[in-house]
């Protein structure tokens, strides 16, 4: 089963998130062995949180573009608008 144009968006956007995070998981290790502040190091945790809570948000939303049968786009605008909600307050 091929990907349609819009999931080959989403998943390059989902694996750009991922990717990020890891390289971002790789600098928090080498402030690590530079012996840099917890507050320094906090900061960039908090930042990699960020990018896999964005990058589930991702993943979530593209199943239920792929899952829901919407009658319009404003319903899945308002399912997306719900998720975003719902990440927020986790």
Do not use: F, W, Y
């Not at 890891?22 to 949180?49: F, N």
């Amino acid at each position: 089963m091929s990907q349609t144009e819009e999931e080959q968006l989403a998943s390059k956007r989902i694996t750009s998130q991922i990717k990020r995070s890891r390289g971002q998981l790789d600098g928090i290790l080498h402030m690590m062995e530079e012996g840099r502040p917890c507050d320094d190091v906090l900061v960039q945790l908090s930042a990699v949180k960020s990018g896999v809570d964005k990058a589930m948000k991702l993943v979530i939303a593209q199943n239920i573009r792929k899952n829901v049968n919407c009658v319009d786009e404003q319903q899945l605008k308002d399912l997306q608008d719900s998720l975003d909600l719902m990440l927020k307050t986790k």
